[in-house]
């Protein structure tokens, strides 16, 4: 079965730092991957997304992601947190195919940024 | 990019009452889903709501206590019934374009209490 995982509930970093936030999927076909972020009070906003080319995606706000099919792993990064950056982060997979449009949710990871 | 529009943003409602949440998206599109996300939690995918037939439930869910219409391509709604505290969650809606790898759109969601 299909599975996301973030590691990390929580990941706190200081304003200026890096911004790492760790994704990992399981999946029998290639999958497509997806970044969304939800702030207080909203729905989710797609960050980035990976379905084919390019292994390296760049998102809004300064974020990029690497899809490693070796590792399986779509990681989430950013050079320099902004106290903005401040929300819940989710990683999603397509489930089967894609041909459902569903996706496996992660359980998300709250970004904390210290000033 | 599309506008997708959910009605109410919040209710707080009395236990046992009923509750329609509407999903209206300026442009056709091909999927429409149902989640609902507990406070804290990741998503929870409720149904899939199919254009003039019955919606297409989860594990767990049931068509009695969420009835789910979708008319045409652009406008859905969910109905909370007979509702007890535990169904305090935020309802989110999210729809999908048509091409494979498209990702989910949200609306900013319905926050909803019972008391």
């Known amino acids: 079965a299909q599975s996301v995982t973030q590691l990390g509930s929580h990941v706190s970093v200081s304003e200026g730092a890096l911004v790492l936030l760790r994704c990992n999927y399981s999946?029998?076909?290639?999958?497509?991957l997806f970044w969304y972020v939800q702030y207080p009070n909203q729905g989710l906003q797609l960050l980035l997304k990976?379905?084919?080319?390019a292994t390296l995606v760049k998102g809004i706000n300064g974020f990029e992601a690497e899809f490693k099919k070796s590792e399986t792993s779509f990681h989430l990064t950013k050079p320099s947190a902004h106290m903005s950056d401040a929300a819940e982060y989710f990683c999603?997979?397509?489930?089967?195919?894609?041909?459902?449009?569903?996706?496996?949710w992660g359980a998300g990871t709250k970004l904390i940024i210290k000033p | 990019s599309a506008v997708i529009s959910q009605k109410p943003s919040r209710d707080i409602c009395q236990r046992g009452t009923s509750l329609t949440i509407q999903c209206q998206v300026d442009?056709?599109?091909?999927?429409m889903f149902w989640y609902r996300q507990q406070p804290g939690q990741s998503l929870t995918l409720i149904a899939t709501?199919?254009?003039?037939?019955?919606?297409?439930?989860e594990s767990g869910f049931v068509i009695d206590k969420f009835p789910i219409s979708r008319p045409n391509l652009t406008f859905s709604t969910l109905t909370v019934s007979n509702m007890s505290p535990e169904d305090s969650s935020i309802y989110l809606c999210?729809?999908?374009?048509?091409?494979?790898?498209?990702?989910?759109?949200f609306g900013d969601g319905t926050r909803l209490s019972i008391l």
């Open positions: 990976y379905t084919t080319g």
């Open positions: 442009s056709q599109v091909t999927m």
């Open positions: 999946s029998s076909v290639p999958p497509y």
């Open positions: 999603a997979v397509s489930e089967g195919g894609g041909s459902n449009y569903q996706l496996i």
């Open positions: 999210s729809v999908v374009f048509s091409g494979l790898g498209q990702p989910q759109h």
């Open positions: 709501a199919n254009q003039g037939s019955e919606a297409t439930y």
